[in-house]
């Protein structure tokens, strides 16, 4: 499989597999109706974002639409949705542990972006997503220009720091940066003040949203996540042409609408990138979320 150039139409087809259940620390994870025996898929998801992969601390069962993603895979590629086993990974250990043979494939709100394909296969995107940004709601801040200067905590090996910097480049602020090792450390800087905002994706953020805290209404970059496989595998294809026919089928929008995430897919995108829209059209959520915070702003003095 030739490597090309990333285009919104154009993705490397990169497969990957199921998964199953093993802890950052080597401690199993629990997943209802797993059973990791003979021949199974190893998928590393996150275990702490909420709706995508999250540990849900009274089961100890990891919940979400890429854990799902995961048993479809393993169901369509190994014949058996519970030949599947979770490794739990972060920012920082998901391309690892694809390098050091630990995992066959990583399901964990990886962007496909250009240099990443460089060193990993990606099957086309599975979710869209934009990057958003979390405030306190007494900070005063009520868009991206309220951010001069200030401090925003966001993850390591992320993509939001170049894409933030980017948009703050176009209207003339200047940010300051902050990076850590997990979303939960960003969501603890911010309570303590430690940084001013945190960044990451939109749907994400909802998942660390609480009464003292709101999302800007702005939607800039549109992240599109894809199933990373080791460069060359031969689970690439496989992975693929399962998420393709997952898309065929509706499964990937029945699972969104399981998990209460952004039906847009990629011609939305694009019909919208074509009008001149930054947005990511009909199907988001953060549309009627935007719309929301932007009316509690006015009643509030910037608070929603």
Not at 149 to 176: F, P, Q, Y
Request: hydrophobic share 40%; charged share 25%.
């Amino acid at each position: 499989m030739g490597a090309r150039n990333m285009t919104r139409r154009r993705f490397l087809r990169l497969s990957g597999g199921a998964a199953a259940a093993v802890l950052l620390g080597g401690a199993a994870l629990s997943l209802s109706g797993c059973a990791p025996a003979g021949d199974v898929l190893r998928v590393g998801t996150k275990i702490d974002v909420p709706g995508f992969g999250f540990q849900n601390p009274e089961t100890g069962n990891v919940e979400g639409l890429e854990v799902d993603v995961a048993r479809e895979l393993a169901a369509r590629i190994k014949g058996d949705a519970n030949a599947l086993e979770l490794v739990g990974v972060n920012v920082t250990t998901r391309g690892a542990m694809l390098d050091n043979g630990t995992l066959d494939a990583t399901l964990a709100t990886f962007t496909i972006n250009e240099q990443r394909q460089r060193t990993y296969d990606f099957s086309r995107p599975y979710y869209i997503d934009h990057i958003g940004v979390l405030v306190k709601k007494d900070s005063g801040i009520t868009d991206l220009a309220g951010l001069d200067g200030k401090t925003v905590g966001v993850a390591l090996s992320a993509t939001t720091k170049d894409k933030l910097r980017e948009a703050a480049d176009e209207i003339g602020i200047t940010l300051k940066f902050a990076e850590y090792a997990t979303y939960p450390e960003i969501k603890i800087a911010l309570v303590a003040g430690r940084v001013d905002a945190f960044s990451v994706d939109s749907s994400i953020l909802v998942g660390y949203q609480d009464s003292t805290t709101y999302q800007l209404p702005t939607q800039f970059a549109p992240q599109e996540y894809g199933v990373a496989t080791k460069k060359g595998s031969p689970l690439s294809a496989q992975v693929d042409d399962a998420i393709a026919a997952m898309e065929e089928d509706g499964t990937l929008t029945a699972l969104k609408e399981r998990w209460g995430l952004s039906l847009v897919t990629e011609a939305d995108v694009e019909a919208e990138e074509a009008a001149g829209g930054t947005g990511l059209g009909a199907g988001d959520p953060a549309d009627d979320a935007g719309a929301a915070t932007s009316e509690g702003a006015a009643v509030e003095g910037g608070a929603s």
